[in-house]
T-cell receptor
């Protein structure tokens, strides 16, 4: 089925480890986004991408790295995980602009011990 | 950062009651989106309002965009347990920077 898929759904790791969260979409949408969702903060944009090989920082990019070698994939890497990065991470996509309605994956719940 | 404040933060009501949730900002938006998020899932778009003063109805849900395009409201008539979830508003920046800003959400629980 068409859609946006995130993996893994749940991940527990330790501080200092590298973690990669995967995101795959089948709509061929131009834009893809990574958000984190925390109580009291709502959805905060980490990074976004307008097309393959084009990425840009969002509101809270520190400690995260992204890449987009193919239109359909947009992985998010925590190079050295910290406890403050414990959160629920959502990937989203939209067709032509950053402000179009976004289609979200079901999230990855990441716990860093 | 353009702050979008949603109120109330939490709302618990009985099935059959009516309710209104609010999304307010000091900034003007070119459009505003409403999403609903259920536990363990990502947000799903309910509606987009574009014109100041616009009212859109989706079954028992009525959405209104303020005349000045700074605020919006969502009214639910005769709430049902299936309406339970986190309601998020998101405003589209009108300055040309093309940012979408999400509010912090209203968590609604409808008790059978």
């Amino acid at each position: 089925d068409a859609g946006i898929t995130q993996s893994p759904r749940y991940k527990i790791t330790e501080t200092g480890r590298q973690v990669t969260l995967m995101c795959h979409q089948t709509w061929s949408h131009s834009y893809m986004f990574w958000y984190r969702q925390d109580l009291g903060h709502g959805l905060r944009l980490i990074y976004y991408s307008a097309a393959a090989d084009i990425t840009d920082k969002g509101e809270v990019p520190d400690g995260y790295v992204v890449s987009r070698s193919k239109t359909e994939n947009f992985p998010l890497t925590l190079e050295s995980a910290t406890r403050s990065q414990t959160s629920v991470y959502f990937c989203a996509s939209s067709g032509l602009t950053r402000v179009e309605p976004q289609h979200f994956g079901d999230g990855t719940r990441l716990s860093i011990l | 950062t353009q702050l979008l404040e949603q109120s109330p933060q939490f709302l618990s009501i009985q099935e059959g009651e009516n309710l209104t949730v609010y999304c307010n900002s000091s900034s003007v938006f070119s459009s505003l989106q409403w999403y609903r998020q259920e536990p363990g899932e990502g947000p799903v778009l309910l509606v987009t309002v574009v014109t100041g003063g616009e009212v859109k109805k989706l079954k028992r849900l009525t959405f209104q965009f303020g005349d000045a395009r700074k605020d919006s409201s969502l009214h639910i008539t005769a709430a049902q347990p299936g309406d339970t979830g986190l309601y998020l508003c998101a405003g589209a920046d009108q300055t040309g920077a093309n940012n979408l800003f999400f509010g912090t959400g209203t968590r609604l629980t409808v008790i059978p």
